[in-house]
């Protein structure tokens, strides 16, 4: 099984211009996250998603929006990327947000703004 | 607020046993999570403790402590492939994980 896979694995982004990066699960799970990663600093949560037709902010949701409109699905948007969000960034999944479950991860992407 | 304190890197030799030590402070708890993460890869899940005391898996065991704020990680019979980082995630009372930076382990033969 692929469990999560995201799309694109890296990208070269120009400052102020928009994208959205995507995220796939198929374990039927209820929640999804979004995560960035940066040098020195632990996983910060961007927004979640305890069900398709719910989200709710991280940590750090500035500058960034999500849908869940299906199950499997759960894409990232950047409206108008800025430098600070060169990040790698990770989707996560797990079968609830409301239990402990373990959470599952994509592969991530690479994201430079310039 | 919520902290996380894992020591940033640490240096073990082929063979013999580490240590990976986390303190934490949450707003809330509903267990803890350890994830291995390799350069370059995502983290995969280690282990899960919510009540206190020690949890093996093979090489690998988890420690909890629930008054001390307090968890480790024991490695045994390191391995060349054990060189990563290891990620201590307390998890909240709205079921968050709460992400410290991680400890890298430089593994030597």
């Known amino acids: 099984t692929a469990g999560i896979t995201q799309a694109p694995t890296s990208q070269i982004l120009a400052a102020g211009r928009s994208m959205t990066l995507r995220c796939t699960q198929d374990?039927?799970?209820?929640?999804m996250y979004w995560y960035r990663q940066d040098l020195g600093l632990g996983l910060r949560l961007i927004h979640y998603s305890n069900t398709a037709g719910t989200t709710g902010k991280g940590e750090v949701p500035d500058g960034y929006s999500v849908s869940r409109a299906n199950t499997d699905d759960f894409p990232l948007t950047l409206a108008s990327a800025v430098p600070s969000q060169t990040s790698v960034y990770f989707c996560?999944?797990?079968?609830?947000?409301?239990?402990?479950?373990?959470?599952?991860f994509g592969p991530g992407t690479r994201l430079t703004v310039l | 607020g919520q902290n996380i304190d894992q020591p940033t890197e640490m240096t073990a030799t082929e063979g013999a046993i580490v240590q990976i030590n986390c303190t934490y402070q949450t707003s809330g708890f509903n267990g803890l999570f350890w994830y291995q993460q390799h350069a370059g890869e995502a983290p995969t899940f280690l282990s899960y403790n919510v009540l206190d005391g020690l949890e093996e898996k093979g090489r690998f065991s988890s420690f909890l402590s629930r008054s001390k704020g307090y968890s480790y990680l024991l490695l045994k019979e390191l391995q060349m492939k054990d060189s990563a980082s290891y990620l201590c995630?307390?998890?909240?009372?709205?079921?968050?994980?709460?992400w410290g930076a991680g400890t890298k382990l430089i593994i030597k033969p």
């Open positions: 996560a999944s797990s079968a609830s947000g409301e239990l402990q479950d373990e959470q599952f």
């Open positions: 995630a307390p998890m909240d009372s709205n079921y968050q994980l709460i």
């Open positions: 374990m039927r799970h209820n929640a």
